[in-house]
């Protein structure tokens, strides 16, 4: 089951109103969840995040909100979230100034609407358990809840999913080919966004057991981060992709090969 859950802190001062593909899934505070049956789709999702400061004196946070799959906590009975797909972040580009809250966008701007385009993959396959000679696809956030685009990947033919500010490693043996393999990031810039920096990516294969730091582990075949191609506008912290400025998307098209594949 898919879950919206936020990460226990006291001192929120902003209002968040989310929105998943039109339907308004209802605003979140501190300790909020929500199960997210009906909202998410398989393909393509469209999320936006509505943050309009509360009315406080004193200097205080947004919420870390994430989304990902819930299942029940053996040991405890409670419910535990794993995989975490992707966190959000609320108070990016906010700050406490004199008493008023001011946005990195204008000093008059009351709200701010964070936008995400994020791909819902096949969740089998993301539970699926590495094994000798599977190829994986590691994913790093380098800053705690501050990517500044959405990097969705796409290998030869199959759209895999979007990555979005958490580590997550995940198999791609069935996607694979012998010889070349083309390896598509797709990054979107989140509209409104002034702060962030990229998801660090590492395609590693064939998996050997190593006995002696008892996992599985293997040579690097590809390495790419969501943000190439991207730089931030000094005056504005509004993110503009370098060939193409005009354009809020980006593909960016790598290949690496492989020798041999499990049976």
């Not at 509360?54 to 979230?81: A, P, T, W, Y």
């Not at 990555?163 to 996607?175: E, K, Q, Y």
């Not at 010889?179 to 002034?194: D, M, P, Q």
Request: one cysteine or more; glycine letters at 8%.
């Amino acid at each position: 089951m898919l879950s919206a859950t936020v990460e226990p802190y006291d001192r929120n001062c902003l209002a968040s109103d989310i929105t998943i593909n039109g339907q308004e899934v209802g605003r979140f505070g501190v300790e909020t969840r929500r199960y997210l049956d009906g909202f998410l789709k398989p393909g393509w999702n469209e999320v936006q995040i509505k943050t309009t400061p509360l009315k406080r004196k004193v200097d205080c946070q947004g919420l870390h909100l994430s989304i990902g799959l819930v299942k029940q906590d053996e040991e405890n009975g409670g419910e535990v979230m794993s995989p975490k797909l992707w966190s959000f972040s609320t108070h990016k580009g906010w700050r406490f100034e004199e008493g008023e809250f001011a946005h990195d966008t204008g000093t008059t701007t009351k709200d701010v609407t964070l936008s995400f385009r994020i791909l819902l993959g096949d969740l089998d396959k993301e539970r699926r358990k590495a094994a000798e000679g599977d190829y994986v696809l590691n994913a790093s956030s380098g800053v705690f809840n501050s990517d500044a685009v959405t990097g969705t990947v796409q290998i030869n033919d199959h759209l895999v999913t979007t990555f979005f500010n958490t580590d997550r490693s995940l198999v791609i043996t069935p996607f694979l080919n012998t010889g070349k393999n083309v390896v598509k990031v797709i990054s979107k810039r989140v509209a409104n966004n002034t702060y962030g920096s990229s998801q660090g990516f590492q395609i590693v294969g064939p998996l050997e057991a190593n006995a002696q730091k008892k996992t599985l582990t293997g040579p690097v075949a590809l390495t790419f981060k969501s943000m190439d191609g991207w730089e931030r506008v000094e005056k504005t912290q509004q993110l503009v992709y370098k060939s193409q400025p005009q354009v809020d998307s980006s593909e960016e098209v790598l290949t690496f090969e492989v020798t041999s594949l499990p049976k």
